[in-house]
């Protein structure tokens, strides 16, 4: 058994999330809409949010399948509100 402490929890659960856009502008739209929405419990979940050619990338990180489960669920919640949005308001 592998001792933890502050700052050292496993992190044995993973997932990458992947969304592609029409433009670059479009994603970080998204990305900046998403950035200030932080995580409630960082010290058990993790997310990491890029912008590369039209594409968000997100890496989550947690320490319980539960933890991960919702905190990909609300993600996924407010990517969805986001990317309606551009498509209904966005640059034509």
Sequence with gaps: MVATGPGTAPWDFSCNLDVNFETEQDAF????????????????????VSVSNNKLSVNFEAIEARLLRASFSAFVDVLTLATRTIQEFGQE
Excluded at 29 to 48: F, G, S
Aim: aromatic residues 4%; glycine residues 0%; without cysteine.
């Design 29 to 48: 739209i998204a990305y900046t809409a998403l950035a200030v929405d932080k995580e409630l419990q960082p010290d058990k979940v993790r997310r990491v």
